[in-house]
């Protein structure tokens, strides 16, 4: 056979040679075409479908030819290599099947794969957003809970001054409220002062008057009684009357003055 030797050793068991059937119809341990490809018998039927080659029916045909009618070597090897050729484009074919199916079921998975981890990516940046979200949800939340603890002291603090406040404006309306009744008192104890005041401003004007009059009166009677004593003494010459002029004699308009 071109480019490829006996399928078993010469003169063994099972040994092939030119005209045989086994020959024809290409029993080969050996796969060796003219392409240099390595043919599997095994694998070749383990890669084909379950059915009947076309050429069991001429290999039939063949071995009754064969019997009766054998061929010479050359027409044997050109026509092995036709079968040959056959069952290797015919492999081909199969192999380059099977290779698509493969590539393409592989495809598949390589693409559901892709398509998983791309969903898994998405997932997980997905999954880190929602996390960042979730951190600064949590930073806000114990941020708000420091400030609501600082307010919460600060009210607290408000608190204790406004109590403060309470109690001190507590004493000061105390404290206002004993003014104002010292300032009632006070103005009644005024108001009496200065009836009082008054009345003894009427009482001492009374007197005033009253004094008045006994001034004038007082003087009324010195000056009548000098202009009597004056004339007293012309009258007489001035001369032994002495104190004895004015005896017996009384002063007009001049009443006791009252008592102080």
């Known amino acids: ?32 075409d003219d392409d ?37 070597e050359g027409l044997e090897e050109a026509l092995v290599s036709s079968k040959l050729d056959a069952i290797h484009s015919e492999y081909n074919q199969l192999l380059t099947s099977q290779l698509d199916g493969q590539r393409r079921y592989f495809e598949d998975i390589i693409a559901a794969e892709k398509a998983e981890k791309d969903g898994l990516h998405d997932a997980a940046a997905k999954a880190t957003a929602q996390a960042s979200i979730i951190a600064g949800a949590v930073k806000d939340a114990r941020d708000a809970r420091e400030k609501t603890k600082e307010l919460n002291q600060k009210i607290d603090a408000h608190l204790g001054t406004i109590s403060a406040l309470r109690k001190e404006c507590g004493v000061l309306q105390s404290l206002n409220e004993t003014l104002l009744a010292n300032h009632g008192e006070l103005k009644t104890r005024l108001t009496d002062a200065e009836d009082a005041a008054k009345a003894r401003e009427r009482v001492d004007a009374e007197k005033i008057r009253d004094l008045e009059e006994q001034v004038r009166d ?19 010459g001035g001369a032994g009357a002495g104190g004895d002029t004015i005896e017996g004699g009384s002063v007009l308009g001049v009443g006791d003055a009252p008592p102080p």
Do not use: Q, W
């Open 1 to 32: 056979v071109a480019g490829g030797g006996a399928g078993v050793a010469p003169g063994g068991e099972g040994e092939i040679v030119p005209g045989s059937p086994a020959r024809r119809r290409g029993d080969f341990s050996r796969d060796d």
């Open 218 to 236: 007082l003087m009324v009677f010195l000056d009548a009684r000098g202009k009597i004593s004056a004339n007293e003494i012309t009258a007489t």
């Open 36 to 72: 240099g490809d390595d043919f599997d018998a095994s694998a070749s039927a383990s890669c084909r479908p379950h059915r009947p080659r076309p050429s069991s029916l001429l290999d039939d045909g063949l071995d009754e030819y064969d019997a009766d009618y054998p061929l010479d």
